[in-house]
């Protein structure tokens, strides 16, 4: 199995907060389930890199109110922050009923933060519209990117915020290929908007094509057997998808999976770029 949208962490990853170990996750020993989207923890690693390669952030507070869901975000943001240069200076957990966040914020304040990480659905938005922090980014992940709730909450202050999102752009400045395939598929569907993960989905097929064809090969055209094709796509190695140039590690995990990055722009999010969310 290959997907293009599966993001929860437990499914590939023996982290004890999901009650599993590596030997539950596969009895067999072997692995039958892959995916080109990264884990959603890995979100945090993606927004970290971002924070301090473009934004120039080193100095963050991160919010949290999805409990131990959440704790895996920021622990995923930490570390890549830690290897940026940065480092957290505030960490709160908070009530998903919470309103009023400004003992948050003048903790914030305090810490001379530079910005603030926030995990959590559109309410937690509403922290953006009680900061008064010049100079102070918000981020988040895609549990309020792409919401015009998210927007909403952050009343006044909702410019210039920005999100990860598991569901990226094609590539067409590393595949030549992209700009030609998307225009073929526009052509054919002019009057159908493109779904997230279309061409995620578009990128698994072929991964599986490409497997099968290598083993069909390597049997001088006799027909391939489960196992076969199972171990070719395990040994997928730099194949060059629309979203990505995609190998796998032993957890089925995408290597370099691509994350996007959105921004807060005339109260609307507005895709901004690729970025790496890999190890």
């Not at 596969?26 to 473009?54: C, D, H, K, L, Y």
């Not at 922050?81 to 304040?109: H, I, M, S, Y």
């Not at 509403?126 to 008064?132: D, E, G, S, T």
């Not at 395990?234 to 590690?249: H, K, N």
Request: some cysteine; proline content about 6%; aromatic content about 10%.
């Amino acid at each position: 199995m290959i997907s293009p949208t599966t993001t929860d962490a437990c499914l590939t990853l023996a982290i004890p907060s999901c009650g599993s170990k590596a030997s539950a996750l596969r009895p067999s020993a072997s692995n039958n389930f892959f995916r080109v989207a990264p884990p959603e923890p890995w979100q945090g690693r993606a927004m970290a890199r971002f924070a301090a390669q473009t934004l120039g952030v080193k100095s963050v507070a991160a919010l949290n109110e999805r409990g131990i869901d959440g704790d895996r975000y920021i622990d995923s943001f930490a570390e890549e922050l830690a290897r940026q240069g940065g480092g957290l200076v505030v960490r709160e957990n908070v009530d998903k009923a919470t309103t009023n966040f400004t003992p948050f914020l003048a903790k914030v304040k305090a810490s001379g933060a530079t910005a603030v990480f926030a995990v959590g659905g559109p309410r937690v938005c509403a922290a953006r519209a009680q900061m008064n922090l010049p100079g102070v980014w918000f981020l988040g992940t895609d549990n309020f990117t792409g919401t015009q709730e998210c927007v909403s909450n952050a009343l006044v202050n909702a410019a210039d915020m920005y999100g990860t999102y598991s569901e990226t752009e094609p590539d067409y400045v590393s595949n030549p290929e992209a700009r030609k395939v998307v225009a073929a598929y526009l052509k054919a569907f002019p009057n159908v908007p493109v779904a997230d993960y279309a061409f995620a989905a578009y990128d698994c097929a072929r991964i599986l094509i490409a497997a099968i064809e290598r083993v069909v090969k390597a049997n001088h055209g006799a027909f391939p057997t489960r196992a076969q094709v199972l171990a070719a796509v395990a040994s997928t190695a730099q194949f060059p998808g629309l979203t990505g140039t995609y190998s796998f590690d032993p957890n089925g995990d995408a290597s370099s999976p691509m994350m996007s990055i959105y921004r807060v722009e005339n109260g609307r999010w507005v895709y901004q770029q690729r970025i790496e969310a890999g190890p």
